[in-house]
C-alpha cells in the first residue's frame, strides 16, 4: 500500500516538457515544464472562470430572457402595473355594491338603519362675492 502511495505521488511530480514547434521549420516556439498537478489546477481555473463567465453574462444581460419560463422583458412592470388596476376596480365594485343596496332599502320603503345627523357634517364655508 505504501508503494502504490509513493508511486501515486512520485507520477504526480514528475515534470514534463510541453513544446510548441514550427511545422515548417521545426523551430521552438513556446516550452512549458508541466506536472500533472499543475494541469490539474489550470484546467480546473479555467473551468471554473469559464462557467462563472458564463453565468455573469447570462444573469445580466437580456440573454436571461431567452431562458425558458424566465419570463418576458417589462413583465415585473406590468404585472405592478395590473395589480394596481385589480385593486382600485375592487374598490370601486365595493363601493358600487354599498350604494346598490342603499338604493334597494330605500326604492323597496325600508329606511336605513343608521340615521344621519346632518348638523355633525362639516361643510365648507361658502364666501360671499359680493363683500
Known sequence: MNKLKNTIVKRKKNRYRMVIMNDDTFEEVVTFKLTRTSVYVMLSTLFLLLTGLTIAVISFTDL?????????QGALQELRTLKMKTDSMEHVMQLNEQYFM??????SGNQLEEKLDTTMLKLPKIENEYQ
Do not use: A, E, S, T
Open 102 to 107: 342603499d338604493l334597494h332599502k330605500v326604492l
Open 64 to 72: 436571461r430572457f431567452l431562458i425558458p419560463g424566465y419570463g418576458k
